[in-house]
């Protein structure tokens, strides 16, 4: 056996033992999926506060009777704000579980094992914690926190679950991490920081896994 043969035995043990102890189906393209809903969110969000912020009205009967009025309606505002947070949400666990599923099926790996139960259970423990903290916020009024808690809570989750997976979500994880700190100096700046972290992070982030990881190799 010759030394190119040794470096590929150990290449191969090497691919055996990742795929044994880290979920490597995960999709760049699902990156870019959760990026895009995330954009096409903020850009919901933004509309609805600047409508809000400029006292604009909408039909009586819109909203169960409830209408803009000259200082808003914060509880109509709010509610809207969270559907919209459900629906990117949605659309993010979607896109990204289509491409990883397409992938693991592409490889021929298991998409629902061991590994993949730890990153769940990794990245909902911070992301569930998160959640109740944030709605405790709302409940007490502390609105301009819920973004950069949003992106603290979730930068935390990435990193936790990024030992069973693609080392690069680490990364990405402090990213968030830092983006949510960052936003509490700039409450006023709540949606930028949200677009910037849920939207062009996730994109980048999604390109450059798909090109590390995904692309068909040149001539094949």
Known sequence: MNEQQHLDTLKDIKRIMERSTRFMSLSGLGGVGAGLSGLIGAW???????????????PADAYDGAAYDGTGNLNVLILKLLLIAAAVLLGALTTGSYFTWRKARQQGLPIWDATARKVVFNLAVPLVAGGFFILGMIY?????????????????????????????????????????????????HGLFFWALGFGVVHILYGTIMWWK???????A
């Not at 007490?140 to 808690?149: C, L, R, T």
């Not at 990881?213 to 001539?219: D, H, K, M, N, T």
């Open 44 to 58: 919901f969000a933004w509309r609805i506060l600047d409508d809000y912020r400029n006292g604009a009205t909408v």
């Open 140 to 188: 007490n009024g502390f609105y301009g926190f819920v973004s950069p808690a949003c992106l603290v809570f979730y930068g935390l989750a990435l990193i936790n679950a990024s030992k069973f997976t693609m080392p690069e979500l680490r990364y990405v994880g402090f990213i968030e991490t830092g983006l949510g700190i960052f936003a509490t100096f700039w409450l006023g």
């Open 213 to 219: 990881y995904e692309r068909a190799p040149q001539g």
